[in-house]
């Protein structure tokens, strides 16, 4: 299935960003509220699952990059995983000075 996925910047780019917006969507519905136990709260604090997700996606930029040699696609992700991040890290620096 990955062999299939086209070597080209703008796939990589829209995959990234698609697959950030869903992990987001997935810690922000499901996993944030699991959090009753205080552990659990440590564990989940914000903005740990957000940087648990941007570490999901290198290990998955490194996949992409060395073992399908999909150069292409991955700078397109490159750049989609950077624009997440920034997105990410606004709304951190936004709610700390609130």
Known sequence: MVRRLPDKFIAGFISALFLSMAFYFFVEIYIAPLGESENLKKFLAYPR?????LAVQAILLRI???NYEKENFSKGWILGVFIFALYIFYGIQHLNHV
């Open 49 to 53: 699952p957000y940087l648990y997700v």
């Open 64 to 66: 992409f990059m060395v």
